[in-house]
């Protein structure tokens, strides 16, 4: 079973910082492209970054760009998102989700094959 564990979500105050990892198992492929997306509540799912494991292309959404940076310990086949500079707005259920392609950033369109469980981050004072 493909399986993605998403963890490292919590309670920051603003302008503070998380830093997300998830860990992919499972997959038929070896170099996923691995991306993260974020549901605020009352509000749909959007793309927050991911990166391809195969080329190294990394995309961020704009609203990522600056304060969230991408990367990856393919030995622990895990993905990081590192997250700085938090705004109340980036508060929400933050999932990873793999590929074969970054689908829904850059030129590729379409959605996400494989899912994992959501952690919750809250951006509060």
């Known amino acids: 079973d493909v399986q993605l564990q998403a963890s490292g979500g919590g309670f920051v105050q603003p302008g503070g910082s998380l830093r997300l990892s998830c860990v992919i198992s499972?997959?038929?492929?070896?170099?996923?492209?691995v991306g993260w997306f974020r549901q605020a509540p009352g509000k749909e799912r959007e793309g927050v970054s991911c990166?391809?494991?195969?080329?190294?292309?990394?995309y961020y959404k704009d609203s990522a760009k600056g304060r969230f940076t991408i990367s990856s310990n393919i030995a622990k086949n895990t993905v990081f998102l590192q997250m700085n500079s938090l705004k109340p707005e980036d508060t929400g259920v933050y999932y990873c989700?793999?590929?074969?392609?970054?689908?829904?950033?850059?030129?590729?369109?379409?959605?996400?094959?494989?899912w994992g469980k959501g952690t919750q981050v809250t951006v509060s004072s």
């Open positions: 989700a793999a590929d074969y392609y970054c689908s829904g950033y850059g030129p590729y369109s379409g959605t996400m094959d494989y």
């Open positions: 499972g997959l038929a492929f070896d170099t996923p492209a």
């Open positions: 990166i391809s494991l195969f080329d190294d292309s990394i």
